[in-house]
């Protein structure tokens, strides 16, 4: 598998603050380790989402933080995949996470098998 393919992986965020931390940890601790990761807060978030994404932001230079208006979802996603820069990207709920090697697992179908996508 190829380690120098960018993958973006684009987080929706709004009011999933008891979620996030999980969500985001789960991201940040993936066996590929070539992300960029696009949070896009929601600027109607009132439970501190916004707060804990600004928080690991500052901690991870991969992390890249958009505050967008209350738009929505497919807006929110819209925005992120206008902001990636990876070859590829993936999409996680605020409120979800994922194995800690989806990604890697991922990746290595598509350089095997070179899907039309």
Known sequence: MKNDLLL??????YN????LHKCLD???CQTYRNLEIILVADGGS???STEICEAYA??????KLLHRPHEGLVSARKAGVA????QYAAYVDGDDWIDADAYERLLSL???HEPDV
């Open 83 to 86: 902001a990636a820069s990876g």
């Open 110 to 112: 598509v350089t095997d």
């Open 58 to 63: 500052a901690k991870d230079a991969r992390i």
């Open 46 to 48: 009132t439970d501190g």
């Open 8 to 13: 973006s992986v684009i987080v929706p965020v």
């Open 16 to 19: 999933v603050a008891p979620y």
């Open 26 to 28: 789960s991201i940040l």
